[in-house]
């Protein structure tokens, strides 16, 4: 189906109309004709789903209960989405980040040191990705995020990062990944791909792509983080001696600290911190203690701290 040329006029294109009741921002370039995507680099090295035809539902596998909706008829040439075109790299300090991250499931790339960037940092890895997306749980599917575009049912695809905005964090350094606001028993999970729009998956399709995805909570987030900042910069923590609000306060943690993490236990976090510092230089007069903070909050769960990236080198905190 084509879609009417979407400039401003008296009236918004179908197309102008779906954006913004989806809740993303088409790109300038989405106002004339979508373009052909450039070939990307070494493309040879990162996996795509290339179907000319949609197959035939898949059966169910035995960790899949789930078959998977047939995929859009035509799908597009692997594209891969520019870093300009992905917003909401660090959240806002009031942005609910919900319970986790999704992202690939085999994060093993973004260890490789070669100086050259693997073909699936950033936000380069959705060129891989098949993942349907829905309004509600058990209902049927909108469109598609595959071989990085978004795929709207009955309208042209939209080359993620080029025709349509797309909003990610980066909590791995290196790693674009969508926050997960809520996951329901029965499998279903909404994400939030906007800044003010969200969409329903499941975790069965999560393999449906060139590589498999995951949804990373966040203790398992900051477990895997060296060293953490406050999300509210101006206001100080308890640094306590134990993970408890009842355990006795050892002092504050102010925000121009550099602090290291230890341990997770439940919603705290044992750290050490070396206060005060100017950036990653201690001051004149810094002393440096072991305690335990809360990294969610306890009524709303929200987080309440984010990994500090890239890490001091611990020589000159100390």
């Known amino acids: 189906m084509s879609l009417p040329h979407p400039r401003f006029s008296g009236h918004r294109s179908p197309l102008r109309r779906v954006a913004l009741a989806l809740g993303f921002a088409l790109a300038g370039v989405a106002q004339g004709p979508i373009a052909t995507p450039a070939q990307p680099p070494r493309e040879a090295d990162i996996p795509a789903l290339v179907v000319a035809q949609a197959p035939s539902p898949a059966q169910p596998q035995p960790h899949s209960p789930r078959p998977q909706p047939p995929l859009p008829p035509t799908i597009p040439e692997a594209a891969v989405p520019p870093r300009s075109g992905i917003v909401g790299i660090n959240p806002a300090p009031t942005a609910d980040l919900g319970i986790g991250l999704l992202h690939p499931q085999n994060l093993s790339f973004l260890e490789t040191t070669d100086g050259d960037p693997h073909p699936l940092t950033y936000g380069r890895w959705l ?9 509600s749980p058990n209902g049927d599917p909108w469109g598609w995020i595959v071989n990085g575009w978004l795929m709207i049912n009955g309208y042209e695809p939209l080359a993620i990062g080029r025709d349509a905005s797309f909003s990610m ?6 790693l674009y990944s969508f926050p997960v606001l809520e996951q329901r028993p029965d499998g279903w999970l909404r994400f939030q791909y906007t800044a003010a729009g969200s969409a329903w998956t499941h975790r069965d399709y999560l393999h449906a792509g060139a590589i498999p995805l995951t949804i990373q909570p966040w203790e398992g987030v900051l477990s895997s983080a060296s060293h953490l ?3 509210q910069h101006g206001l100080s923590q308890a640094l306590r001696s134990g993970p408890s609000t009842t355990a006795s306060l050892q002092s504050l943690i102010v925000p ?9 236990e439940e919603d705290w976090v044992q750290v050490e911190v070396t206060q005060p510092v100017q950036g990653c230089t201690a001051l004149p ?9 809360r990294w969610r909050d306890d009524e709303t769960q929200a987080l309440l701290v984010w990994p500090a990236s890239p890490p001091c080198p611990a020589t000159e905190a100390e």
């Open 169 to 174: 964090v980066e909590a791995h350094p290196g």
């Open 127 to 135: 060129r891989s990705v098949a993942l349907p997306l829905y309004a």
């Open 256 to 264: 121009n600290s550099h602090i290291r993490i230890l341990a997770l």
């Open 229 to 231: 900042r406050f999300r």
């Open 285 to 293: 007069g810094h002393r440096t203690q072991t305690g335990w903070l």
